[in-house]
Structure formats: structure tokens, C-alpha cells
């Protein structure tokens, strides 16, 4: 992230105003002001407290330096964005490289590692009992479905701004003290929190309109079908590295047949895990084609094709053009030059995948 963003955030707490939603207004915030400890991760492996009774902090993970490793436990939400580089987070056998302009909201055990070069990443968690307690309405936090997606636009302002907060002197100075937070400030830390949350909660909004479409005779069940359908998706771009994807092993995640997995998973996100899982290394073949040197023979091995032969007519059917097309429209364009003269495997494990 850059410099003018963190100082972004520091002057909306300077100035005693945090970046509001259109929909916020005079609202009232429920929150009652709950701990928000800010950490800062330099390096050194950080292991949080379990939840239970007499743990309701929230924790502001800054990770400032490539490599901090942080492990969170169970019965945690946790809201993780990175602000430069990849992070990397992995939880019950699935695994995530999370560009800058994405987040991930998790509900279960979490480990993040930042990349090598600029792994910097932010991430806001606690209990549910905390999040509720620190300004979110209890709905909201019902409403919530563990996913990785697109980062909301105002969610990195948000928790920078909150940062700022924590880190003012005279916050840190109070905390020190052992003297509480006034008016003003728990007010302030309020907004934030709740302001978070909500951000995550419209920015799933088409997400849960497929919820009607699981099944399950409640909107209980229907949405506990919709957090097993995307464990699944999970799963696909978590082990897209495979090349190939077993759909017995996920349909035994989910203790669903293969016949029942495809079909429900098609009258939810309109293709099967199969097609999911080919269009995934479709488009990870494109950016390999487009920003890399490697050999077409071995992006074709790479992403779990059995020849060349039918990458390439895959490549066609998903794309419009061959990929010898796509490559030679991609120099012309001047895009991945750079890429493209030093190409090699390493190259190929950092493009990128999303849903």
C-alpha cells in the first residue's frame, strides 16, 4: 500500500473523523467499546490466545515485514487484506495466495505468512463475541459466509484508519496507564469496527442471494449448504497447483456422491466443480501464456492437460484465440515483456487465481 494511504489514515484520526458509508448517517452503533489490541508482527511468530471466557479483545495484526507468521484458533472471524505483495494464509487443508485488491473472511483456524518481498497485511479478528461487542450488530455477523473475494473498496481505509487510532500516542499512552478510553475514542473505535463488518456484509450481498438456490428445508440449512459448497470452491482454487482435481476426494469432504456434489454445485453457481476446476487452469494457463517464456508443452503439463494438442483446443474454446495468438497479442501490446524474458517455473507458481 502506499505511503499516502497510511497517512490517509492517520490524518482521518487526527482529525477525529473515520471514513463513513453513504448508508452510516447519525446511526446508532451497538457496540459497547470492547479491547482492540493492536500487534505488530516484525518478523517474530505471533500465537494468539484461544477464545473462551474472559477473552473478548479484538486483535489488529499489522505485518509490517515480509515473513511475520501468525497463527489464529478456532472459533475466531478474521478479516485478512493484504496491503502489498501475497499473502499467503492456510487452514484445514486449504490454502490461499491473496493478492492486494483481495481479502479473505474466515471463521475457523487461520495461519498467515507474508511473501518474501513486500508482505505487508493487515488483519482484524477476535470471537464472534468480541466483533459483537466492538460495535457489529449480532445479524451482520450471522449473515457473514467464510470466503475469499474482491477486497470492498473502503475495507482498507477502514482498518488503516483504525490502526492510526491505536498507534496515536496518546491511545498507547492511556493503555500504558491502565486509564479507559474516552467518549470520543471508544466512539471512534466503535465505527470502525462496526464499519468493517459491514463493508464484508455488502460486499457479499450476491453471494447470499444463491443461498435460496442450496438445498435444505430452512434458511439455516440452506446457508449451512452454501458454506459447504464453498469449502468446495475453496478447495478447487486452493489445490489448483495439482493440476488435476479429484472429485472424489471432494465430494468425501462434504460427505456428498460425486452425482449429488455436481448437481447441486450446478444449480448453484451454474457449472459443475469439474468445469469450475478447468476454467481455473484455463486461466491460469492465459497468464502464463501472456507473461511468461515458458514452452506451451509445459504450461500445457503444468495445468494438468495430457497434451499439447488438447490445451490448446481447451485454450481456444475458453479464450477465442490459440495460444500462440494470445501470446504474440500480448507482445504487442508490451504486456509481461519483463516476465516473458525471464519466464522458468518460479514464474509460473505466481499467477495468479480467483474465482
Known amino acids: 500500500m502506499r505511503d499516502d494511504t497510511v497517512s490517509a489514515g492517520k490524518q482521518d484520526w487526527e482529525t477525529g473523523v473515520l471514513p463513513l458509508r453513504e448508508d452510516d448517517g447519525e446511526r446508532e452503533f451497538p457496540g459497547h467499546a470492547c479491547d482492540v489490541v493492536l500487534m ?14 474472559g477473552n473478548s479483545a479484538l486483535y489488529l495484526i499489522h505485518a509490517a515485514r515480509p515473513g511475520a507468521f501468525v497463527e489464529l484458533p478456532a472459533g475466531w472471524w478474521s478479516v485478512l487484506v493484504p496491503l502489498g505483495g501475497t499473502v499467503s494464509a492456510a487452514g484445514e487443508r486449504l490454502r490461499w495466495d491473496i493478492d492486494a485488491g483481495r481479502c479473505l473472511l474466515w471463521d475457523r483456524p487461520l495461519r498467515m505468512m507474508g511473501g518474501r518481498s513486500d508482505g505487508r497485511w493487515l488483519c482484524l479478528c477476535g470471537p464472534t463475541e468480541a466483533w459483537i461487542r466492538g460495535g457489529c450488530e449480532s445479524r451482520v455477523m450471522a449473515d457473514l459466509l467464510a470466503d475469499e473475494m474482491a477486497c470492498p473498496p473502503d475495507l482498507v481505509t477502514r482498518l488503516v484508519a483504525l490502526r492510526a487510532m491505536l498507534a496515536a500516542p496518546e491511545h498507547t499512552r492511556d493503555v500504558a496507564q491502565g486509564q479507559g478510553m474516552g467518549h470520543r475514542g ?22 447470499r442471494a444463491l443461498i435460496d438456490r442450496c438445498p435444505g428445508r430452512s434458511h439455516r440449512r440452506k446457508r449451512w449448504s452454501m458454506q459447504r459448497l464453498l469449502r468446495i470452491r475453496h478447495a478447487i482454487v486452493s489445490g489448483h497447483h495439482d493440476g488435476r482435481m479429484s472429485l472424489d476426494r471432494l465430494s468425501r469432504q462434504v460427505s456428498y456422491s460425486r452425482g449429488h456434489l455436481a448437481r447441486v454445485y450446478h444449480s448453484v453457481f451454474s457449472e459443475t466443480p469439474s468445469e469450475c476446476a478447468i476454467r481455473m487452469r484455463l486461466q491460469r494457463a492465459l497468464w502464463l501464456v501472456e507473461q511468461t517464456g515458458l514452452a506451451f508443452c509445459d ?5 494438468g492437460f495430457d497434451s499439447q494438442s488438447s490445451f490448446s483446443r481447451a485454450f481456444k474454446g475458453r479464450h477465442g484465440v490459440t495460444p500462440t495468438q494470445a501470446r504474440a497479442r500480448s507482445r504487442d501490446a508490451g504486456c509481461g515483456a519483463e516476465q516473458t524474458r525471464r519466464g522458468g517455473v518460479r514464474a509460473a507458481e505466481q499467477a495468479p487465481l480467483h474465482v
Open 40 to 53: 505488530d508482527a516484525e518478523g517474530a511468530d505471533i500465537l494468539l490466545p484461544r477464545a473462551g471466557v
Open 186 to 207: 471508544k466512539a471512534a473505535i466503535v465505527r470502525s469496527v462496526f464499519g468493517v463488518a459491514e463493508s464484508m456484509h455488502a460486499q457479499q450481498q450476491g453471494l
Open 299 to 303: 504450461i500445457a503439463e503444468y495445468t
